[in-house]
């Protein structure tokens, strides 16, 4: 029989939620042994840089847009800043090729893998609001050559490249949660669907 | 009813081999540690480019005339931005994907009248100036016509003007107002006044940097900047960035298309809308994977997958 208790929104979602995804998938302490391969750094270290890119966003974000311009410290942040962003698009890039060669998506992974593309796309977007968002001859430039293709494809309407307020706020609170979001989201399938498997020969 | 049979493209084989101890947290840790690392090694020795920001103001005083024959285009409507067309006014369709007018369903919502924002409207703001005030009231009152054949007298003395001792020199016969009204913009532009008159139309504060953009992006010292530093669209613009730095490198597939035919070339007009287009579909085609016959079949076909797993394989 069913208590009050069972039945409860809260006890039913914790229920749901530590069947899905029990504490030994979530923090494994094993792993199949074909997880062996330089190959399967690169899903970690995408995760360790956006960590470092959103630490080191936060620092400018304290400051304020024009600071980097201004203090030799600001400018060291940004260059971090910078070059945490160039290590986590590299390493993503070669994620999605490595798990595109693995087939990834198989085994009823197809989530994990679309998470990872939106999650691809996301990040593009974060990175270009970032560059015009510079406030510097970058910005004017980036900024005034890509209003064409959004223009073009009726999103300047709505998203005005041109407009500083507008592409900071994209790129330090709107492009950052979804990213963060969609991590999660994508780690989570990773860790309760596990690891593809390799492709069994000669079937 | 029948088992579904085992599709080794979509189907995964159930692993009962080994299992290695794994400690994530510690992996994590390292990378974290690592990362950052490596971030703080490459900003010490590469550091970051900072260009310093075009204004107005270095425009106008770098190259006046051009300055001057860029704002004659903004007043006669013959300008990159006055015959855009949407999201900053109707004087064109704007681009197409086919019979799409995308940009033209969406609107014009970044209203943009380069006569009077960039032209009029600053040149307003300047108090105490008897002369340019009579000379906007006259052009303020002037047929269209009118004020046409001052705007074509005024261009073709302005193409053989130059700029000496702080003021255009253009041999312009009934050019009307405008002598005065050019004469007066340039030299607003050149004491800084014109970069902020561009962007406080709206009020005191302000974030929006289109007006003064669109108006600097329409003359050629923004431009012959980018030529100097890589950054032109035919050298692979806006994925580079000042210097010699990686910039947005992730964005090359979508750069490369406008630098082949016929992007490049019979579809010149509507390049963006078209590269959009298709890079909107090879997106698709690529989250849509696991979905497509015969794209999902590549990894299993091409074998690199013997490379990543060849210590798998080794130990069957």
């Known amino acids: 029989m069913t208590t009050e208790i069972d039945r409860q929104w809260t006890t039913r979602l914790r229920k749901r939620v530590v069947e899905t995804l029990p504490p030994d998938k979530l923090l494994p302490d094993t792993q199949p042994a074909y997880v062996a391969s330089w190959i399967y750094v690169f899903g970690v270290t995408t995760l360790a840089a956006l960590a470092i890119v959103i630490l080191t966003g936060c620092v400018l974000a304290m400051k304020g847009p024009l600071w980097w311009h201004l203090s030799g410290t600001g400018h060291f942040v940004n260059s971090l800043h910078l070059w945490s962003v160039e290590i986590f698009f590299f390493a993503m890039v070669i994620h999605l090729w490595g798990k595109f060669f693995m087939a990834a998506w198989r085994g009823g992974r197809q989530l994990t893998w679309i998470t990872g593309v939106v999650l691809f796309l996301t990040s593009v977007g974060a990175g270009f609001t970032g560059y015009v968002s510079q406030t510097n001859y970058d910005s004017q430039w980036i900024s005034t050559q890509a209003k064409d293709g959004i223009n073009a494809t009726g999103g300047g309407a709505f998203f005005n490249v041109l407009n500083l307020g507008q592409m900071l706020m994209w790129h330090i609170v709107l492009l950052p949660l979804a990213a963060v979001a969609l991590t999660a989201v994508h780690v989570i399938y990773v860790r309760i669907k596990g690891v593809v498997p390799p492709f069994e020969e000669g079937k | ?316």
């Open chain 2, 1 to 316: 009813m029948a088992k579904k049979a085992f599709n080794p493209d979509i189907d995964a084989p159930e692993y009962k081999g080994k299992y290695s101890p794994y400690d994530i947290i510690k992996e994590g840790t390292i990378a974290v540690v690592v990362v950052a690392l490596l971030t703080v090694v490459l900003a010490v020795l590469f550091s970051s480019p900072d260009e310093k920001a075009v204004t107005i103001k270095s425009w106008s005083n770098a190259t006046p005339m051009d300055f001057a024959a860029t704002a004659m285009t903004e007043l006669d409507g013959s300008s990159g931005t006055a015959t855009y067309g949407p999201p900053y006014n109707n004087a064109a369709t704007g681009q197409q994907v086919g019979p799409l007018t995308l940009a033209k369903w969406m609107g014009i919502n970044v209203n943009v009248n380069t006569a009077n924002d960039f032209v009029v409207a600053p040149l307003s703001t300047l108090a105490d100036q008897p002369a340019l005030t009579s000379a906007l009231t006259t052009f303020a009152s002037a047929s269209s016509s009118r004020r046409a054949n001052w705007e074509a007298n005024y261009s073709k003395g302005l193409s053989s003007g130059s700029f000496s001792n702080g003021v255009l020199q253009v041999a312009a016969a009934n050019a009307g107002p405008l002598p005065e009204m050019l004469g007066a913009l340039t030299a607003m532009a050149r004491s800084g006044a014109l970069d902020q008159a561009l962007v406080t139309q709206k009020g005191f504060y302000t974030t929006d940097y289109t007006k003064p953009l669109l108006f600097m992006a329409d003359g050629s010292f923004l431009a012959n900047k980018a030529q100097v530093q890589h950054l032109s669209g035919d050298q692979w613009g806006m994925m580079n960035e000042t210097g010699s730095y990686p910039g947005q490198a992730w964005l090359w597939l979508y750069t490369m298309w406008y630098q082949v035919p016929p992007f490049s070339t019979s579809w010149g007009a509507n390049a963006d809308a078209l590269v959009w287009a298709f890079m909107m579909l090879l997106t698709l085609l690529l989250a849509l994977t696991p979905w497509i016959p015969g794209l999902r079949s590549i990894p299993r076909k091409v074998k690199v997958y013997r490379l990543i797993w060849r210590e798998h394989y080794k130990n069957m």
